[in-house]
């Protein structure tokens, strides 16, 4: 059923400016059943946002550097 599908995504808390060093408190997690999306943010502190990106999106490792 519907759990072995969805799963819990990171996603944008709020906007993001291209340059900004994110957080935790940048992030949220929401289900979703999109792929290749990451399922947690440890990968992702620290790093700046390449582009800017939307509220709700989710993320990659694509959109940081």
Do not use: M
């Not at 993001?16 to 289900?31: D, H, L, M, P, Y």
């Not at 792929?35 to 959109?63: F, H, M, R, Y």
Request: proline content about 2%; charged content about 25%; hydrophobic content about 40%.
């Amino acid at each position: 059923g519907y759990r072995k599908f969805v799963r819990r995504h990171v996603v944008t808390a709020d906007f993001i400016k291209a340059g900004t060093i994110v957080s935790e408190q940048n992030f949220i997690f929401k289900r979703s059943s999109l792929n290749g999306v990451l399922t947690s943010v440890e990968d992702l502190l620290g790093k700046k946002a390449v582009n800017d990106i939307d509220t709700n999106q989710p993320v990659t490792l694509n959109d940081f550097k």
